[in-house]
């Protein structure tokens, strides 16, 4: 069956420290790939997505994700987080045919 | 371009009452989405349209939902008979076909259910 899977439920990290936010996928193609953020009373923000091509991508505040074939994962990075960044993060998923999937999502706290 | 708006942006009413949520999205989207969003959880897919077809539904929703998009713009999402189990974040999202993938949320309609 298609699904999405984000294994951390919460992460902490200190203001200025690297990110990186997992996202596996079962399915048996690659699938459109996104990253969303949604802050504390905020509708859901695209940070970045993938559907071909190259395997690295840029998105906007700074993130990044590669999406690795072989480990069906699309992970999140940011290379030094601002304590604006702690929200929750939800990979998503569109297998096709509108197959619309998002992960249970990440809490990213921030600590000074 | 002003995104997509929800109304209301909070509802509570007593169970066994109807309640109906409105979405206006992005002018020139034709593709609007519903999603369900409890605590703690990922919005999980209701239902979708493109223009005033309704194309696709989830086991999700009931015989107690539906939903309308009658001219092809904004649409409504129909509770009846509600129960404390449909208390969550109601979102909506459009698209645009010709990028169909790349949504655009609303901020929500916050249902609960006493």
């Known amino acids: 069956a298609q699904s999405v899977t984000q294994p951390d439920i919460h992460i902490t990290v200190s203001e200025g420290a690297s990110l990186e936010l997992r996202c596996n996928y079962s399915y048996g193609a690659t699938p459109y790939l996104f990253w969303y953020v949604q802050s504390p009373g905020q509708g859901l923000q695209l940070l970045l997505k993938?559907?071909?091509?190259?395997?690295l991508v840029q998105g906007i505040k700074g993130f990044e994700a590669e999406f690795k074939r072989s480990q069906s994962s699309f992970n999140l990075r940011k290379p030094s987080v601002h304590w604006s960044d702690a929200a929750e993060y939800f990979c998503f998923t569109n297998f096709g045919n509108e197959k619309l999937t998002f992960g249970t999502g990440t809490r990213l706290t921030i600590i000074p | 371009d002003t995104g997509v708006s929800q109304d209301p942006r909070h509802k509570i009413t007593k169970r066994g009452q109807n309640v109906t949520f409105r979405c206006d999205p992005i002018?020139?989207?034709?593709?609007l989405y519903w999603y369900r969003q409890t605590l703690g959880q990922g919005p999980e897919f209701l239902t979708y349209?493109?223009?005033?077809?309704?194309?696709?539904k989830s086991r999700l929703l009931s015989d107690r939902f539906s939903a309308e998009r009658p001219k092809g713009s904004f649409s409504t999402l129909e509770i009846q008979r509600t129960e404390q189990g449909d208390s969550a974040m109601y979102l909506c999202a459009s698209s645009y076909r010709g990028d169909i993938y790349e949504q655009y949320f609303g901020p929500g309609t916050r249902l609960t259910v006493t």
């Open positions: 002018s020139e989207h034709n593709r």
């Open positions: 993938y559907f071909s091509g190259d395997t």
């Open positions: 349209f493109q223009n005033e077809a309704q194309l696709e």
